[in-house]
């Protein structure tokens, strides 16, 4: 058990609808990493918070936001979903406020797109 | 974009046996690290080698690190059939050390 919380485990919805995703941090950590791993994308990096900031953005789609909240835990929102936005989506958290250090894991919400 | 490239794709061995994964990038980094996904779950962390170090070593893993090749190596030795994962290198560029990049991983099966 990492520590880092993910909810839902599982989500299924319809195309163009909008969905909410949660992520609570391991206890002391202030930065949060989303992902998106799919077969055809692989693991890749979305978005980073530190301490309540945008820290860094990778390929996440302008239907897609995030934010992180003064108790830390982090909600990513997508909206508009296409059938493509089915995935695992990770969320990551470490101590450090950079990218180089070790990132612990949460258990993913499956997304599924009907 | 994916910064590393593992090879192989997929590995099978024997339990008891050595397993060898290489993961090659492309610019220079900080530091490279190396994960564990079992089936549809989370990442773990195995190990963090910084570009100034060439090996290191955790239990029964051992990674070695080329800069100048921008290459690593992933040893898992005296395998068990709990080691059945896909592993994945990751970096962070000096030019862009916020993000950890992940290459495509190398599912690895121990057969008993």
């Known amino acids: 058990d990492s520590g880092v919380t993910q909810t839902p485990k599982h989500l299924i919805t319809a195309t163009g609808q909008r969905v909410t995703l949660r992520c609570s941090p391991r206890?002391?950590?202030?930065?949060v990493y989303w992902y998106q791993q799919s077969l055809d994308q692989g693991l890749q990096f979305l978005i980073q918070?530190?301490?309540?900031?945008?820290?860094a953005k990778g390929n996440i789609l302008e239907r897609f936001s995030a934010q992180q909240f003064p108790d830390l835990h982090s909600e990513l929102n997508l909206s508009s979903l296409e059938l493509g936005d089915s995935a695992l989506y990770f969320c990551?958290?470490?101590?450090?406020?950079?990218?180089?250090?070790?990132?612990?894991f949460g258990p993913g919400t499956r997304l599924t797109v009907l | 974009s994916q910064q590393g490239e593992e090879d192989p794709q997929a590995l099978s061995i024997q339990e008891g046996e050595n397993a060898t994964m290489n993961c090659s990038y492309k610019?220079?980094?900080?530091?490279l690290q190396w994960y564990r996904q079992n089936s549809g779950r989370g990442l773990v962390h195995l190990i963090l080698?910084?570009?100034?170090?060439r090996e290191k070593h955790s239990g029964r893993l051992r990674v070695t690190l080329d800069t100048s090749k921008k290459s690593s190596s992933l040893l898992i030795t005296a395998s068990r059939a709990a080691d059945t994962a896909s592993y994945f290198c990751?970096?962070?560029?000096?030019?862009?050390?916020?993000?950890?990049?992940f290459g495509a991983g190398t599912t690895v099966t121990v057969r008993a």
């Open positions: 990551a958290s470490s101590v450090v406020g950079r990218g180089a250090g070790e990132q612990f």
């Open positions: 206890s002391g950590d202030l930065s």
């Open positions: 918070y530190y301490n309540g900031e945008e820290r």
């Open positions: 610019t220079s980094i900080n530091n």
């Open positions: 080698i910084r570009s100034n170090e």
């Open positions: 990751a970096t962070d560029a000096v030019s862009d050390d916020y993000k950890l990049s």
